[in-house]
Antibody, heavy 113, light 108 residues
Framework: EVQLVESGGGLVQPGGSLRLSCAAS????????MNWVRQAPGKGLEWVSY????????YYADSVKGRFTISRDNAKNSLYLQMNSLRDEDTAVYYC??????WGQGTTVTVSS | DIQMTQSPSSLSASVGDRVTITCQAS??????LNWYQQKPGKAPKLLIY???NLETGVPSRFSGSGSGTDFTFTISSLQPEDIATYYC??????????FGPGTKVDIK
């Protein structure tokens, strides 16, 4: 079964850090570019970051540039998002997505004091 | 950055009705457009890729058309299980990859 499973979400204070993980199974992870997409409560979808299959190309949304770092380990079939200097507005469900057709179930990040 | 707009923002239709959603890009994106369905509490699901291609396993009542800046998504016969929010997304010019604001579809 093709699957992405996110983990690492939780409650964190403003200015804090979290590392999200996304474990892939059932498909050739190393062949897929990957994205992180988030959705604030009651809001639409917002793209966060992109990484190519070989990690040679990385992009970030302006809203997270300089604070978030995307990475992957193809040997471990895993995608990561290191989130530093978190703000209230980073509160959202974070989805990892393989290409555009494989999505995880999401992990919730809440930034609050 | 390419901006995506969708209309309407919400609609209410009867079972069996034809439903049409439009999406407009702020500049030419060729056919680099996806359509997603998202049900409450669930991840988005890809329905249409490259503006008009049906993703494997998606019912044929869903379709997409258009190129350049203007795109249309159609449900030919609305079913109760189609209640969801639908998003368009461009991937012609990254970064950023941009989504439309969504269209919420309800049953009348």
């Amino acid at each position: 079964e093709v699957q992405l499973v996110e983990s690492g979400g939780g409650l964190v204070q403003p200015g804090g850090s979290l590392r999200l993980s996304c474990a892939a199974s059932g498909f050739t992870f190393s062949s897929y570019s990957m994205n992180w997409v988030r959705q604030a409560p009651g809001k639409g979808l917002e793209w966060v970051s992109y990484i190519s299959s070989s990690s040679s190309t990385i992009y970030y949304a302006d809203s997270v540039k300089g604070r978030f770092t995307i990475s992957r380990d193809n040997a471990k079939n895993s995608l990561y998002l290191q989130m530093n200097s978190l703000r209230d507005e980073d509160t959202a469900v974070y989805y990892c997505a393989g290409g555009f057709n494989v999505w995880g179930q999401g992990t919730t990040v809440t930034v609050s004091s | 950055d390419i901006q995506m707009t969708q209309s309407p923002s919400s609609l209410s239709a009867s079972v069996g009705d034809r439903v049409t959603i439009t999406c407009q890009a702020s500049q030419d994106i060729s056919n680099y457009l996806n359509w997603y369905q998202q049900k409450p509490g669930k991840a988005p699901k890809l329905l249409i890729y490259d503006a008009s291609n049906l993703e494997t396993g998606v019912p044929s009542r869903f379709s997409g058309s258009g190129s350049g800046t203007d795109f249309t998504f159609t449900i030919s016969s609305l079913q109760p299980e189609d209640i969801a929010t639908y998003y368009c997304q461009q991937y012609d010019n990254l970064p950023p990859l941009t989504f439309g604001p969504g269209t919420k579809v309800d049953i009348k």
